[in-house]
């Protein structure tokens, strides 16, 4: 993957004596204020740990929600005090993440250190990517580590608009690049590739690619109506996008050519109305009722799409296969994430919804990756440049 060969590492680098700000995703859950899932966070110690020994100051900046200035429910301080106990010190917290506060706390710093500065996001200047919002945060530290895929997609000021001579590649970013970008480089074959979720339109540039590389594309959730309308199946009231059938045909074609097979339902879950307790049954393809519609595949799908998965020795899983939020609709999903489990494949699943559908189905530790950015996997995978990586240093223009 040229990313990985191309930047910087964190064991390139000198860090003793050094301040490091730190981009890390600690955009987690919270209620109330209250801590639901501290992943993230603890996805990001060993990043921590390696700069702790190296004899590195640590500074620490993430983005929380999507507050629209200060507030509260979305501040930082929770986390420093979890991180505290994590990592077996104190961690400090500066009130704000710019200006003369903070700069005095970065001031009296000492090797060893651990300071979370407060959500970067109370700001607009951060999404808005202020070159002098940018250039304060810069004034914080000498190098600068990032290792928050999950923002790397987007060009906000503390992951693209900060310029330092030397910014590193955090482990976490690593190991999410190394194995994403596996999956494009050299997949074990065979490659299957499951999307699903609610619409092909969000899909369409990672489907496009997925079809250059995968042998078999599984294709589920509300986008698969799109797909099966444009074959000329009975969808009832399903969720479609009509503008699209077109593509899907195009879709269904270019892959027929490069010899990728589509898999999509054989029979689905059905109900009378976006409810959890609506009344369901179970129909073949083609026969949804005209006020019905598709919530979930059915169990001949999910046999068909666990055989899929049963003979492939890479599989790349984005997106639900029904509307798993309701009982009722959530076994197809569920289904298919413990099938998952059970292979000895590399499984690489990306997205909140099937991230939590892995850990509702309580099978996270039995697969391979689980990645912490949905949007940046996608955009990975489809080939984009992701702006947040484009501008850390390459190895070629570094001497320590
Ligand atoms: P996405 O963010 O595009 O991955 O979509 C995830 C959402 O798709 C989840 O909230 C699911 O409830 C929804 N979804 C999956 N299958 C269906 C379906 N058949 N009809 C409506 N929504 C669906």
Known sequence: MQYLTQKLRLSDVDFADRSVLVRVDFNIPLNNGVIVDDTRIRLALPTIHHLLVSGAKVILVTHVGRPSGFDVALSTLPMAEHLSKLLGLRVKHAVDCIGSEVEAIVSEMVTGDVLLIENVRFYQEETDNDPEFARQLAGLADIYVNDAFGAVHRAHASTTGIHYPVAVTGQLMEREINYLGSLLAAPKRPFVAIIGGAKISDKIGVIENLINTVDELVIGGGMGYTFLKAMGNQIGGSIVELDKLDLATDLMT???????????????????????DTPAKIV?????????????????????????????????????????????????????????????????????????????????????????????????????????????????????
């Open 284 to 400: 073949p393809r083609n026969q949804i009722p005209i006020d019905w519609e598709g919530f979930d595949i059915g169990p001949e799908t999910v046999e068909v799409f666990g055989q899929v998965i049963d003979r492939a020795e890479t599989i790349f899983w984005n997106g639900p296969v029904g509307v798993y939020e309701f009982d009722q609709f959530a076994v197809g999903t569920l289904s298919l994430a413990k099938r998952i489990a059970e292979t000895d494949a590399i499984s690489i699943i990306g997205g909140g919804d099937c991230v939590a559908a892995v850990q509702k189905a309580g099978v996270s530790d039995q697969i391979s990756h689980i990645s912490t950015g949905g949007g940046a996997s996608l955009e990975l995978i489809e080939g984009k440049e992701l702006p947040g990586i484009a501008t850390l240093t390459d190895k070629a223009d570094y001497s320590s």
């Open 254 to 276: 270019k892959a027929e050519a490069k010899g990728v097979t589509i898999h999509l339902p054989v029979d689905h879950v059905i109900g009378q109305e976006f409810d959890p």
